[in-house]
């Protein structure tokens, strides 16, 4: 018995290995890796890793294009994260209400979440360009103008003040729906008893809401925080189709100026560093996510 | 059973994890492998092996293969039939293969002797996917392929205005030691991003084989070799960068030629605003946009002599005509759609076509482009102030040092700077020639009146294709532009465009 056990024991640790390995060597080992370079005086295509210590991050925080984009990122990541998070929750207390059609409206609010960043950009582009005086409207705009609502117009993505606000409400668009789901299962496993209890003590709708299901979706508002915060930190594909670094940067973020500054400028190093910022990011937010679920598990 | 699906998984792993056998490349047999010594020269060796000094071809197409088959043995191909180096080893056929050699032999086709031109592959990296450049790449390609008709040619493009995605895909491509064989570089300084003394061929025995130092104007040999004193392109073309587009139409009804200086400038613009139309369209949404009108707004503010010290740090850019530079390109923009950041500069073309926009800025493939559309009233003017100043740029292409086929990637170099390939691709492409004896009959009018300012004009660098300054200054460049273009902020401008050149070691 105890042989058979060591056996089973070996195979599986013959077996795991080669995941370890990679994982060892792809993701972390390029990590250390990475990090190193942040800290080398890489600035040409040919590597150059003597050690500088810490000057790429402090010429990083000094450069006006960085600091941009990190206002850009929690510009973006909290009008998306707030955004898709109430709106998802509306409307899946809509769906809630055991509407006729259900099935068809649940598909049309997720559909938007099985398409590309990459194609939604591109048609957020066109819906959100916002014409000129001179040239006439387009898109939303002329909309506004169609609906006699003109004091609505706005520039958009094209406008340096809240041009990322105008790339959030493209990606809250594609994921609001998955929040949705999210929460509609949330609200699926809230036993029926429950409400009928409050109801019976006579609480309203909004009270029943406010103190029965809020505190009872938070596990699921934490987890939903955690996938869209860490989709909003590494955003990229939805900025290159949509907008570029947009006017005065208005629409950059640090993943692009990561690619512009390693691959056309040439700056390894500096790219090096904003990458080990923007890991220092999502780690902010999904480790101790990551240290909670595990002691959860250990608990169980 | 349970053990036995382990074994047969653990077996299976083990399988997938053994390295992938060599790939089977033929090996070439050679009768003898004979180090060459002093005074050797091939027809020596062909008298003493088949008693023929005009055997020699044989031994030289046997040996290329050879080495083709197997580069480890045989490290150096015999390029040149009278250059072979002491302490080479020749792979000699037996006589039977000699014999059926030169049975076949052409001396009109010189590819037959180097085993790579008769075969394989030829890998050509480029940003060319559209249009009448993807037209002219393929015409240098037909050329290539009645050269060399066994050879495959994988066009590696990648899409991206001024190649900004291309340039990505090849850097990582060079550094992890995959190159294509031959690639598209911007002659000028920006051979410099790709650390040229590691991972570039200098061409100079290719320019002195092939003339190319008699066919191109020395303007553009002081540009090709501005780096490390080496070429490292062929040209193929020369664009101009500095081109103001014009509606014939609009001009010609509110009576109005294109502005020379820059108060002619204002009194246009205000012309045709008050005739309802957007004097001044741009497109910046692509980042590099604002930075190629701004060069020309510097030369036609400086002058060329001023515009080229500011790349060489002669002239210091707190210089009054940059501030001066810099409020004349905010007085454009107050001209200009306000919609410029959603648009590319051919989308903002586009209201020049259509009649809603009167003036353009950009490089002269807008000819080519205002072609593809079938629109055909436009005109072209140098901007205010350049008359007499051609800011150009040019495509050529470069060899990476470890490209795998090598003699291929050769014959492609060979092919772009020859008199045929150029004329081949330039009316197509919509720019002129590198070299000077093209035939202006196979150009359109604009193209014409380029050839002949090309010839007298007083030549300056672009910054932003890639020609006056390296890679990394001409990025700072761009993002200090792109700023300006939201903020008008004349001065912080001034400041972060003295820094870049700071950054880039040529200022203090």
Redesign the interface.
């Known amino acids: 018995m105890r042989r058979r056990l060591n056996?089973?024991r070996v195979?599986s640790v013959?077996?795991l290995s080669?995941a370890v390995l990679a994982t060892a060597v792809f993701v972390y080992g390029f990590i250390g890796w990475t990090a190193y370079a942040s800290l080398s005086n890489w600035?040409?295509?040919?590597?150059d890793l003597s050690f500088v210590g810490l000057s790429n991050y402090e010429k990083l925080f000094a450069n006006?294009?960085f600091q941009i984009d990190l206002r850009n990122t929690v510009v973006f990541t909290l009008v998306f994260l707030v955004a898709c998070l109430v709106i998802g929750f509306v409307l899946a207390l809509l769906l809630d209400q055991r509407v006729a059609g259900e099935g068809i409206f649940r598909s049309i609010y997720l559909f938007p979440m099985s398409i590309s960043f990459i194609v939604t950009g591109v048609v957020w582009?066109w819906l959100l360009?916002?014409?000129?005086?001179?040239?006439g409207s387009t898109g939303i705009n002329s909309l506004f103008d169609m609906l006699g609502l003109g004091f609505l117009k706005s520039?958009w993505?094209?406008d340096?003040k809240i041009g990322i606000i105008a790339v959030a409400i493209a990606a809250t668009w594609q994921m609001s729906g998955y929040t949705m789901a999210m929460y509609l299962a949330g609200l699926r496993a809230i036993p029926e008893e429950l409400r009928e209890a409050a109801r019976v003590d006579g609480a309203s709708e909004v009270q029943i809401v406010r103190h029965i299901i809020l505190p009872l979706l938070q596990p699921i508002t934490l987890s939903a925080v955690i996938v869209l915060g860490h989709i909003s930190l590494k955003i990229y594909d939805l900025v290159v189709s949509m907008?570029?670094?947009?006017?005065?940067?208005?629409t950059d973020v640090p993943a692009y100026y990561m690619?512009?500054?390693?691959?056309?400028?040439?700056?390894f190093a500096r790219g090096a560093a904003i990458a080990i910022v923007l890991l220092v990011m999502v780690a902010v937010l999904i480790v101790p996510y990551l240290i909670r679920s595990t002691r959860t598990e250990a608990e169980l | 059973m349970k053990r036995m699906l382990i074994v047969a998984l653990f077996v299976g792993l083990l399988l997938a994890l053994l390295p992938m056998t060599a790939s089977a490349q033929g090996t070439v047999a050679c009768d003898d492998e004979v180090v060459v010594v002093k005074d050797d020269w091939l027809a020596k060796f062909a008298d003493k092996y088949f008693g023929n000094p005009y055997a020699w071809p044989a031994i030289m197409a046997w040996h290329n293969k050879a080495a083709q088959a197997d580069p480890s043995k045989f490290p150096d191909k015999i390029i040149n039939a009278d250059l072979i180096e002491v302490g080479w080893t020749v792979c000699i056929p037996s006589t039977e293969d000699a014999d059926a050699f030169l049975a076949t032999y052409d001396p009109a086709k010189p590819e037959m002797l180097y085993a790579a031109g008769a075969s394989g592959q030829l890998v050509v990296g480029s940003w060319w996917t559209a249009g009448g450049e993807a037209e002219g790449l393929n015409g240098m390609f037909s050329i290539y392929k009645t050269r060399y008709p066994d050879v495959e040619i994988v066009n590696a493009t990648v899409a991206g205005g001024a190649g900004t995605n291309f340039k990505a895909v090849l850097k990582t491509r060079l550094i992890g030691g995959d190159p294509p064989d031959t690639f598209q570089l911007h002659a000028g300084l920006e051979a410099e991003g790709y650390s040229p003394e590691t991972y570039l061929t200098p061409l100079d025995d290719l320019y002195a084989s092939e003339g190319l130092e008699q066919a191109f104007p020395p303007d553009l040999l002081t540009l090709l070799k501005a780096y490390g004193d080496h070429y490292w392109g062929v040209p193929v073309n020369i664009h101009r960068s500095n081109v103001l587009w014009y509606n014939k139409a609009i001009f010609e009804a509110n009576n109005l030629t294109p502005p020379a200086t820059w108060e002619e400038f204002v009194t246009v613009a205000d012309a045709l605003k008050a005739a309802g139309i957007t004097p001044f369209v741009l497109g910046t949404k692509d980042g590099w946009e604002a930075g190629h009108i701004f060069e020309d707004v510097l030369a036609g503010t400086l002058g060329a002599e001023k515009y080229n010290g500011l790349w060489t740090g002669a002239t210091p850019w707190s210089d009054p005509g940059v501030t001066q530079a810099l409020e004349n390109f905010k007085m454009m923009l107050s001209y200009a759609n306000t919609d410029h950041s959603a648009h590319t500069w051919d989308s903002a073309g586009e209201f020049l076509i259509a009649g809603s926009g009167g003036m353009m800025i950009m490089g002269d493939w807008t000819d080519g482009w205002f072609t593809s559309k079938g629109f055909t009233g436009y005109g072209w003017a140098p901007p205010p102030g350049t008359r007499g100043i051609f800011v150009a740029l040019s495509d050529s292409f470069a060899m990476p040092a470890n490209a795998p086929n090598e003699t291929n990637a050769m014959n492609w170099l060979k092919v772009c700077g020859s008199l045929e390939g150029q004329e081949a691709f330039n009316p197509q492409k919509g720019s002129i020639c590198a070299r000077t004896d093209c035939n202006p009959a196979l150009f359109n009018a604009y193209l014409q009146s380029a050839m002949v300012d090309w010839g007298q004009d007083a030549i300056v660098a672009s910054v932003a294709h890639g020609a006056a300054a390296y890679e990394s200054w001409a990025t700072d460049y761009k993002d200090v532009l792109t700023l300006f273009v939201a903020s008008g902020d004349v001065a912080a401008a001034q400041a972060g465009l003295q820094q870049a050149c700071v950054d880039a070691g040529i200022c203090q």
């Open positions: 056996w089973e195979a013959v077996l080669p600035d040409r295509l040919l590597p006006q294009r582009r360009n916002p014409g000129s005086t001179e040239l520039g993505y094209t340096p907008t570029g670094p947009g006017i005065g940067f208005a690619w512009d500054t390693t691959f056309r400028g040439n700056h």
